[in-house]
């Protein structure tokens, strides 16, 4: 199974608080786990990535927490900002073949001020 | 500089319609892809190049055809166009994965957006 679900499809945070967005996969041969961004009429950004030999990986005020045995991760955005405003797509690929990067379905985070 | 570029940006035509979509990246990148995004925003990966040649080739139509006539261009010709081809196409690269400590990033275009009449 190649799928990656996420959740939820939107989500709307005040200026101040964290944002939350969970990807659960189904094969485990994925290694690598990217989050993009995506602001209205570009392409996606890669914004931070993790590898399944750590439980945790934090760039600023974004936090990936990875759990290997629960085949789930998800993106924690603190003191979420009106800025961070954008549809975020959590992604698995397998580092064995050529790159196909399977992406969840996206979320859409609206912070407000 | 742009990184990876995409033209045109938008692409309005009718049904039955034959259209070209072109992308070039400036990173030095050996693979390329194309994605679709549908109106749900919805990314499907289409096909990947490496070094000019196929190494994914999703369940997409033949209608749709790739072409990469070197590793820094890769084009996408749609043949008889349908309703349903409306979508955002996002052309993407990235580097080879021996050669580069950030080997899985890819770079995308900014995307072109087709609508089908």
């Known amino acids: 199974q190649q799928q990656v679900k996420q959740s939820p499809q939107s989500l709307i945070v005040q200026k101040g608080g964290i944002s939350i967005i969970n990807c659960a996969y189904e094969?485990?041969?994925?290694?690598?786990f990217p989050w993009y961004q995506q602001f209205p009429g570009k392409g996606p950004a890669l914004l931070i990535a993790i590898r399944p030999d750590v439980s945790e990986k934090k760039e600023g005020r974004f936090t990936i927490s990875f759990n290997k045995s629960a085949k789930q991760f998800s993106l924690h955005i603190m003191d979420s900002q009106p800025g961070d405003s954008a549809t975020y797509f959590c992604a698995a690929t397998n580092s064995g073949g050529y790159q196909k990067v399977t992406f969840g379905t996206g979320t859409k985070l609206q912070v407000i001020p | 500089d742009t990184a990876v570029s995409q033209t045109p940006k938008y692409l309005v035509t009718q049904m039955g319609n034959d259209k070209s979509i072109k992308c070039e990246q400036n990173?030095?990148?050996?693979?390329m892809y194309w994605y679709k995004q549908d109106s749900k925003k919805f990314l499907k990966i289409m096909f990947s190049y490496n070094n000019k040649e196929l190494i994914i080739n999703e369940t997409v139509p033949n209608r749709f055809s790739p072409k990469s006539p070197d590793k820094a261009h890769l084009n996408l010709h749609i043949n008889s166009l349908e309703l349903g081809d409306s979508a955002v196409y996002f052309c993407?690269?990235?580097?080879?994965?021996?050669?580069?400590?950030?080997?899985?990033?890819?770079?995308f275009g900014p995307g072109t957006r087709l609508t089908v009449t």
């Open positions: 990173l030095g990148h050996d693979t």
């Open positions: 993407a690269s990235s580097a080879n994965l021996r050669l580069s400590g950030r080997s899985y990033e890819q770079y």
């Open positions: 094969n485990t041969a994925f290694d690598y």
